[in-house]
């Protein structure tokens, strides 16, 4: 079904991209989103998966690099016309979205920080690329450092412990050493990252740096893809860096401006996740309006029965209030980082935990309407409920996002 989309504001040329989006997350992303659920971590992340095709065609299109600039090769899109485009490769498949967002993560840093040999070196290459043969990841949790990685900006919340990846100056550069977890999304085919890392071991968490680099450099490891749950089409895996030399620019952010980088990172990686879970939640309402006008128990389509339709209502008002919410934080974020240089984290964190929230609550209504069927592989919801099941862990567990926005929002209005 075309889900009706309200918002009028939207011109023709967007309506456009959004329906082109639309089509190649129903003609690749769904059939190559499923096939891949269906292959083990290591096979999807291997030589020959169907992954790096799909990559490849996402590449070509330009979906990897939605919003940089058409000067350099990116699709320059407005933050509202990504959005609509990152909602429909979501719909398509969830973890084919996240591997497509997150492969230009280092280039959109080196270009934010502004750095030149950064931009020479990490996103130039990047968005003249259009083969999928350059992939980024962001590597930040480590095996003892999960949560706590992410509320660096935060006092009350700042881990006084050494961090498991340390950079170190030597001569002109830096020396890294340490290991990533093994949930690094894109961590086993990743080219490039966006690595955070501790530079002063006898300090907390908060005393961290940002370095981009080549995965290719001596010195780098990368570990097996994880098995897991949900999102099982984007591979996750650990990093390991044993005395890796990067130059002197590579490290762009350094301890004083750490923790104010990482609530805006933050805030634009939970804005995100807020679209993609809206792509997600509409994926398994479609589902389930399709299947209940077709399934026939009592005597007819069970989209006819009062509380079949009282489910599907609730379901839609779910997915409409995602839609609003999740369109609204990121275009008003990703305009304040371009107009003032600091984004809203509270807003990014409301629409991050809210849509992904409401994105487990449609895909558990649309197996329940499934009956039996909603727990077998012969339809995709209860793929869906994995995949929403991963999107409250990813980016930030919801109950601790919760507290790090709450603690902004009280200071803010104190
Ligand atoms: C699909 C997916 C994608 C991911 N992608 C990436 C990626 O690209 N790069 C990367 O580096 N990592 C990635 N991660 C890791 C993710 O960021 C972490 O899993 C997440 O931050 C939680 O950390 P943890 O798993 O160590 O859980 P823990 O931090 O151990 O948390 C376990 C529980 O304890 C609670 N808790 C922890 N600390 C506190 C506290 N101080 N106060 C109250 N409660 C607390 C949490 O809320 C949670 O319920 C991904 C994870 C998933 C599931």
Redesign the pocket.
Known sequence: MDFFDYDLSLGDEQREIQKAARTFAAEVLRPAGIALDRLSGREVSAPGSPLFDVLRQASELGYTRLLGPEALGGLGLSPLTAALVLEELAWGNL?LA?VFF?AGTPAQVALLSGNSEAIEAIAVPYFRSSDGSLRG???????D???????VMRPE?V?KAPGQVVARREGDGWVIRGQ??A?????PIATHAML?VHLEPAAGLDRGGVCLLSLDLPGVTHGPALE?H??RS?P?GELFFDDVHVPRWAMVVEPDAYPAYMENHLASFNAGVGVVATGLARAAFDAALAYTRERVQGGRPIAEHQSVRARLFRMFQLVQACRTLARGVWTSNLTLLETSGRMRLEHSIASKVFCTQAAHEVATLAVQLHGGNGLTREYPVEMFLRDAT????????????S?IGAGILVERQA
Do not use: F, M, R
Not at 145 to 151: K, Q, R
Not at 183 to 187: E, R, T
């Open positions: 973890g996240a997150l990841c962001w590597a930040i949790t480590e095996p450092h999960g949560s706590d990685t992410l509320g919340l881990v990533k977890s949930w690094v999304s894109n961590g955070n897991k949900g999102a984007l996750q991963a999107l409250t862990v990813a980016d930030g567990e919801n109950a601790y996002l507290q």
